[in-house]
């Protein structure tokens, strides 16, 4: 997540470059592309798979979606980022790593988190009951 998120403050028209491959009429730059989200999807899995006990025995087409989902959060989280700069890149890294890493958590051990993620609240905001 924080290497996807250096592309976008080191190379911010590279990034607009990677999201605009997707509605380009140019088959070559949309397989650029693909193969890059590709890479980075692979290398997520391969993590998955290799470093966390519970994933072990997970089956390749699921770390595989698990990957696709963590890419897809990161890319948009990245573009919105790039938009409306009003966190830290640090704080924006940290924010999709405990969204995202959370729910995996919560597959890997096969239960629910009764009280959800938790973060930091603004000072005043309470939980729902």
């Known amino acids: ?41 692979d290398a997520v899995a391969s ?14 087409r699921d770390a595989d979606l698990g990957a696709a989902i963590i890419a897809a959060a990161a890319e948009a989280a990245a573009g919105q980022h790039l938009e409306r700069p009003d966190r830290s890149t640090a704080e924006m890294v940290q924010f999709v790593a405990d969204f995202v890493w ?11 988190i009764p009280m959800g993620r938790q973060g930091t609240r603004p000072e005043g905001k309470q939980d729902k009951k």
């Open 102 to 112: 959370s729910g995996i958590y919560d597959l890997a051990v096969g239960h629910d």
């Open 1 to 41: 997540i924080e290497a996807y998120f250096s592309l976008v403050s080191d190379e911010p028209d590279t990034f607009r470059m990677l999201l605009m491959a997707d509605v380009s009429g140019d088959a070559a730059t949309r397989k650029a592309a693909k193969a890059i989200r590709h890479r980075m999807q």
């Open 47 to 60: 993590y998955i798979r290799n470093t966390w006990e519970g994933f072990q025995d997970l089956v390749p």
